[in-house]
């Protein structure tokens, strides 16, 4: 096998694989639409300066990175570190990764691996301190060893296989009480309630930001396009956490002028789309915006690159710091619905409430090929959103851009037949 890495280190950045497919994702999020709110030109500048010019966006300090939504971030940022998301949306990470994952794995896990082990990984955020890697998937829980042997420090932090019982929640709490001793060990400090509290206030302000985006998705006509709050969410994987809530809030003032003028992002009679499954990480968000591209629009999403990384909130009742602590771990367990765990009604809960609450005409699943737990879900979700009227359509893919074409057919056909349903019910 010819290693991509070999034939990209002679090059500038900018003329890289991972540099062209980045910009190439970018031009189209930006060029292919008019209208693009002027305040994500922070957001399509961030995306250019780290992924397509290489620009390093390290951070002072210890990091930590994390390969899931179930590492509780206020408790790194509570030790004084910073977090740092690592999964990852490009196909040329994702052709390396293939090296160490059987080919036919999911894309998210090779092309984290594939970042991992190349040097000069993009997004430049410096060196890792620590690789934090929640027990969830059978992949992820397999690529732990990956990563250590690549020379990464890798804390395993484990998860309870399902989520319901009181034994669970305590298995989990543990878990994170552990996982707070060991990054004490990392950073030499100690956890306070004035620091657990500090970093909690970071991140419900960042969360309340993002709720408040999320609502604006709500308005019919749509006042912004989902490929734009894919970009927004991504970003916040690696972007400077307060600079992020500070851009967020920019856009939402935006919104909320839009709203005033009666401003249209889409054609109002475009079919809303509520988007499932797999998570869209940058430079992979080709489904999200061939959706939009064929006139739909993404007004509301279940996935953990968006909705389920930030929209739960911690419920404290007791603000001393062992109650915090147990508090911030029932926020990463029980309002998860990652399909990873057995029993997964809240997540047919959440996706029906969403498409009520979002006046959703159809659902858009997708699953990355290789990942069997979204696609067991399939059928359930489908059953649970067909009772309700609600059409779906699921996707099977992965970053490889060679399924444009057909995806592309497949999403205009459905964008079609939910038109010809409207037609006919009015
Ligand atoms: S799909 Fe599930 S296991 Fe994978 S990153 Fe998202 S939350 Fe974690
Ligand atoms: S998409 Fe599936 S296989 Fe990939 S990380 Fe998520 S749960 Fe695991």
């Not at 001793?181 to 969360?207: D, E, F, H, P």
């Not at 007791?318 to 619905?337: F, G, Q, R």
Request: glycine share 4%; aromatic share 8%.
């Amino acid at each position: 096998m010819t290693n991509p890495n070999a034939k990209t280190a002679a090059l500038p950045y900018n003329r890289s694989r991972q540099a062209r497919e980045a910009e190439t994702m970018l031009d189209h999020i930006t060029d292919d639409f008019d209208d693009n709110p002027p305040s994500m030109a922070y957001f399509y500048d961030l995306f250019r300066r780290a992924y397509c010019r290489g620009e390093s966006i390290e951070r002072e300090g210890v990091r930590v990175g994390t390969t899931c939504i179930h590492a509780p971030e206020e408790l790194i940022y509570a030790f004084g570190a910073t977090p740092v998301r690592l999964c990852n949306g490009s196909y040329h990470y994702d052709q390396i990764g293939a090296d160490f994952m059987p080919a036919k794995s999911c894309s998210l896990v090779k092309a984290t691996l594939g970042m991992l082990s190349s040097e000069n990984a993009i997004p430049k955020t410096g060196k890792l301190d620590l690789i934090v890697n929640p027990t969830t998937c059978d992949q992820k829980k397999k690529a732990s060893a990956m990563m250590a042997g690549m020379g990464h420090s890798v804390y395993e932090l484990e998860l309870p296989p399902a989520k319901e019982s009181e034994q669970a929640r305590v298995y989990w709490q543990r878990s994170v009480r552990e996982f707070a001793v060991r990054l004490r060990q990392l950073t030499g400090k100690k956890l306070t309630r004035k620091n657990l509290m500090a970093a909690m206030a970071k991140t419900s302000r960042a969360q309340v930001a993002f709720r408040t985006l999320h609502n604006f998705r709500r308005k019919a006509p749509s006042l912004i396009l989902g490929k734009d709050v894919f970009l927004v969410t991504n970003a916040y994987f690696f972007d400077d956490i307060d600079r992020w809530t500070d851009a967020v809030e920019r856009l939402n003032a935006e919104l909320a002028q839009r709203e005033k003028d009666g401003f249209c992002a889409a054609q109002k009679k475009a079919p809303r789309i509520l988007f499932t499954g797999s998570p869209p990480v940058f430079p992979n968000l080709k489904l999200p915006l061939v959706i939009e591209q064929s006139g739909g629009v993404v007004v509301a999403d279940e996935t953990c690159s968006a909705n389920r990384m930030l929209y739960d909130m911690t419920s404290v009742d007791e603000w001393l710091l062992n109650n915090m602590v147990d508090s911030l771990a029932d926020k990463y367990l029980k309002p998860c619905t990652c399909p990873i765990f057995p029993n997964n009604d809240d997540r047919i809960r959440r996706l029906l409430d969403l498409a009520k609450s979002f006046a959703v005409d159809g659902v858009v699943y997708q699953t990355f090929a290789g990942c069997q737990v979204y696609e067991m879900e399939q059928r359930s979700v489908a059953e649970a959103l067909n009772k309700a009227g609600i059409v779906m359509l699921a996707v099977e893919t992965d970053y490889s851009p060679d399924d444009l074409g057909q995806l592309t057919t497949r999403i205009e056909a459905f964008l079609e037949s939910i038109k010809t349903r409207k037609r006919k019910a009015t």
